[in-house]
């Protein structure tokens, strides 16, 4: 069932994020680079529902290009993980909001290419003007909040290469995958008030690079 777009919805979720219990970072996050992605909350495109901004990366960037994705990067020095994710979604998606818009944080999740990615949750507002960064972005989507929360949204397989599970999130004919889906998935357990931790599932090998 869809989630009503208003005020109402704003505080449960905002209840939900400080209500999780949130990782420090682990002992090995020194030697990652630090990174931060939005979960940005909109309306939906048919005025129905809530809905959070997910883009396919360009295919000109010259790492993970054509990956599904949060908006997000690498935090400049000195720069919080709220204030990179508002800058980035301000870059990819031409989105100008503030630190009050900011609901809460989710776990980092360590990436195998190097990075520590902190989730940052975002409310956009019902009229979010989106003008994706061509250089950067080549597509971005609204994806409902019932859609990540159907049973059968996430799927976990094993490979020969790793010991951990691989996750995978359907969204229509395509499969997304972690850090991505990890995230998303995460973000799915705050929503059902559970603590859920996603560090530990694992990314396909095409993305470890």
């Known amino acids: 069932m869809a989630r009503t ?6 505080r449960n979720i905002a209840e939900l994020c400080a ?3 949130r990782l420090a970072p682990a002992d090995a996050a ?5 990174a931060a992605v939005a979960i940005a909350l909109t309306e939906g495109d048919d005025g129905n529902g809530t809905t959070f901004l997910l883009t396919r990366r360009s295919a ?9 994705a949060l908006p997000g990067g690498r935090c400049d020095p000195g720069e919080t993980q709220p204030r990179a994710a508002l800058r ?19 776990d980092d999740y360590p990436t195998r290419s190097g990075y520590l990615i902190t989730p940052v949750v975002v ?31 996430f799927t976990f397989v094993t490979i020969p290469e ?24 995460q973000f ?5 008030g559970r603590n859920t931790r996603v560090a530990d599932l694992e990314q396909p090998v095409f993305a470890w690079k």
Request: charged share 25%.
């Open 60 to 68: 000109r960037l010259r790492a993970h290009s054509a990956q599904w």
């Open 123 to 153: 409310w956009a507002g019902a009229q979010a003007a989106i003008t994706p960064n061509p250089d950067e972005v080549a597509s971005v989507h609204r994806i409902g909040l019932d859609a990540v929360e159907l049973d059968d949204a």
């Open 19 to 21: 209500a999780f219990a």
């Open 188 to 192: 799915r357990e705050v929503l059902a």
């Open 88 to 106: 980035e979604l301000h870059e990819e998606l031409g989105l100008a909001l503030s630190e009050r818009d900011v609901l809460g944080m989710l």
């Open 30 to 34: 020194p030697t990652l680079k630090r």
């Open 5 to 10: 777009f208003d005020d109402a919805t704003r």
């Open 162 to 185: 790793s010991s951990r599970r691989v996750i995978r999130f359907r969204l229509g004919g395509q499969q997304i995958h972690a850090p991505t889906a990890a995230l998303i998935y």
